[in-house]
């Protein structure tokens, strides 16, 4: 049973398109993430909910809006998508923050690869 | 403001040699707590350690070890008698105890050639 799940794994569309991304994870998780890895493999921080709450933008373009229906889904919808919007996308979850050996560790999904013709 | 560097872009070394990777970081945080993830030609994301600010032992996981300075801000990751399996992308992270932010440096590509 998989712990952070991602669909679809693979999206290619077409330039003004829009388009969602899904995430869901069954750990019990309170924050959850999206990351962004383009093609040189650098991943950055895009969103962070915590129980449905945003606490994190971080300087994305306002076409991408996440939306988190309940603490277990976050999901990313990106409008007019654009050729630079083409990458990895990573959903992730972290259990409540604190000094505990599990606290702050990242569990990633599998990754949406969003390519944009 | 925190940051994560990975000066080495990309590193090639023979099977069996010992490889280090290295990462430096800036935080203004008193509290703070490293990562190294690892992600295979796979793809996935793999967490492999978690140290927080106030625990500078090193730590040694089968032919894994991590040395955590705080005087350099640094926390490499070597990798003894490397193996194929090693090769990957590396990723050091870093998150304070303000938010829930955890950045991520650029990583490091590790090739182990046979």
């Known amino acids: 049973d998989t712990a952070v799940s991602q669909t679809p794994k693979y999206l290619v569309t077409q330039m003004g398109n829009d388009k969602s991304i899904k995430c869901e994870q069954n750990l019990g998780h309170d924050t959850m993430y999206w990351y962004k890895q383009d093609s040189k493999k650098f991943l950055k921080i895009m969103f962070s909910?915590?129980?449905?709450?945003?606490?994190i933008n971080e300087t994305v373009p306002n076409r991408f809006s996440p939306k988190s229906p309940d603490k277990a889904h976050l999901n990313l919808h990106i409008n007019s998508l654009e050729l630079g919007d083409s990458a990895v996308y990573f959903c992730?979850?972290?259990?409540?923050?604190?000094?505990?050996?599990?606290?702050?560790?990242?569990?990633f999904g599998a990754g949406s690869r969003l390519t944009v013709l | 403001a925190q940051k994560v560097t990975q000066a080495q872009t990309e590193i090639s070394v023979v099977e069996k040699e010992d490889v280090t990777l290295d990462c430096v970081y800036e935080?203004?945080?008193?509290?703070?707590?490293l990562f190294w993830y690892k992600q295979p030609p796979s793809g996935e994301l793999v967490f492999l350690i978690r140290r927080n600010s106030f625990d500078e032992q090193n730590e040694i996981s089968g032919r894994y070890s991590w040395n955590f300075q705080k005087s350099t801000s640094s926390f490499n990751f070597t990798i003894t008698a490397s193996q194929v399996v090693d090769s990957a992308v590396y990723f050091c992270?870093?998150?304070?105890?303000?938010?829930?932010?955890?950045?991520f440096g650029k990583g490091t590509r590790l090739h182990i050639l046979p």
């Open positions: 909910y915590n129980n449905k709450e945003l606490i």
């Open positions: 992270a870093l998150s304070g105890d303000r938010d829930d932010k955890i950045i």
């Open positions: 992730a979850s972290t259990p409540e923050s604190g000094i505990s050996s599990g606290a702050n560790v990242l569990t």
């Open positions: 935080t203004r945080d008193t509290t703070y707590y």
